[in-house]
């Protein structure tokens, strides 16, 4: 009896191995488990200096617009002639792993298949001043239960694997590495269209998302954080003389900034690197025919060293504003983005008059639960448009919209 039910034990295990693709020993580590090891095994190997040349190369990519490095991406590049990434870290990993080969090569896009190596901008550090020849950071880890702008200390590792304690809140001084979950990558199982988070994804990938890789498990889309194609503007000419008048030439997002530096570390703390921004833009677009807000979103990186009055300048593109068409205001809401997977839901109203008829539109504006957000502004027509434009502060975002000079 005992031998029929080992082998009905192991007829489970194999079926589901078969059915899920996962093996025994991914079934068995959590991801905060997981990202531990990893985080401990990469800190042993960055005492080896072809591996710090390696991940500072990679990282400098900057493939999603950060200092970022996807594993499932990077697992299977060379750090040097015949051995991977992988293959290195296996070679440094703790005998904790009993399948170290399998962990890093296979296992872990099932276990965490977002994994992703950061290395945060810091004020007195960065990739791009990192000299690897004697410079070996520390790997700091983000876990499951870590809450930006709660949470006041994470764990890391040196470069001897033994576990320290590291601010969450206050900048380190040198540069480190974090491990943790990609903030702009989702994993998309292609047949059921389920991410590795469990959103359904009953409306196709989100809009921004762009096509990566087909990883060891899951589809990888990554946010490209580019402005995109606004919609066709009407026509129609302002009744009032304003400097939008003077020129039919686009409006632009000129500047911005973050209002103080305390406003930064609110919307994105330092191991995250980089704030993703995205300023949404309302607006009618069909006259007295409108009947809601029509949105736009404009999304780019912004570096952590731009806040009070140090402006970053995207000068994204809007439309050209025409009030008979678009009416007399418009509505800038701002996002720091950390996730697409829509869950909270805020109704937004805006007055404005069309050819002067006071009328009210409104709209919504969906975001995460783990995005912040960072206030709005209204901006009128006959506001100063001439460079360097009008200035705006949501009390957290400081903005600049002018109209083009050509």
């Known amino acids: 009896m005992k031998t029929r039910f080992s082998c009905l034990t192991l007829l489970a295990v194999v ?52 200092f970022d490095i ?27 792993i009993p399948n ?16 992703n190596i950061s290395f ?20 700091a880890v983000i876990e499951t239960s ?55 994804l009953t409306r196709g990938i989100p809009s921004g998302y762009q096509f990566l890789m087909t990883g060891g498990c899951f589809d990888l889309y990554v946010h490209v954080l580019t402005p995109l194609d606004p919609p066709p503007g009407g026509g129609g000419s302002s ?3 304003c400097e939008r008048d003077q020129k039919t030439t686009k409006d632009d997002l000129y500047k911005v900034t973050m209002r103080t530096k305390a406003d930064r570390n609110w919307a994105e703390g330092w191991l995250y690197g980089k704030l993703e921004m995205e300023a949404h833009v309302f607006f009618a677009d069909n006259g007295l025919n409108s009947t809601g807000l029509t949105e736009v979103i404009k999304s780019f990186s912004l ?20 009030p008979n068409t678009n009416g007399d205001k418009m509505l800038y809401y701002w996002i720091e983005d950390d996730k697409n997977s829509f869950e909270i839901s805020i109704p937004l109203k805006l007055n404005l008059k069309i050819l002067g008829v006071g009328i009210e539109l409104g709209a919504t504006i969906k975001y995460s639960e783990q995005d912040e957000p960072c206030g709005s502004s209204i901006i009128e027509y006959c506001d100063h448009a001439n460079t360097p434009g009008s200035e705006y502060n949501t009390g957290r975002v400081k903005f600049k919209v002018r109209h083009r000079d050509n």
């Open 100 to 115: 170290k080969v399998a962990f890093f090569s296979s296992d872990l896009c099932q276990i965490d298949p977002l994994l």
């Open 70 to 96: 996807l594993y499932e991406v990077v697992k299977n590049r060379e750090v040097s002639p015949g051995r991977t990434f992988a293959s290195v870290l296996a070679n440094y990993a703790s005998g904790s």
């Open 120 to 139: 945060p901008e810091l004020e007195a550090a960065s990739v791009e001043t990192w000299n690897t020849a004697t410079g070996v950071p520390a790997v």
């Open 146 to 200: 870590f809450v930006d702008n709660s949470s006041v200390s994470t764990k890391a590792y040196d470069i001897r694997g033994s576990q320290i304690s590291i601010s969450a809140t206050v900048e380190p001084t040198v540069l480190t590495a974090v491990v943790g979950p990609s903030e702009r990558v989702i994993a998309v199982n292609s047949t059921t269209m389920i991410t590795s988070d469990g959103v359904r």
């Open 15 to 66: 079926a589901l191995q078969f059915f899920t693709g996962a093996s025994l020993q991914a079934q068995e580590i959590t991801k905060d488990q997981a990202r531990n090891q990893f985080a401990q095994t990469l800190a042993l190997a960055m005492s080896n200096p072809g591996l710090r040349d390696f991940l500072k190369t990679e990282a400098s990519r900057q493939f999603d617009g950060d």
């Open 239 to 241: 009744p009032d003389a």
């Open 303 to 322: 570096k952590r060293d731009y806040y009070d009055n140090d402006w970053y300048t995207p000068s994204l593109e809007i439309f050209h504003w025409l």
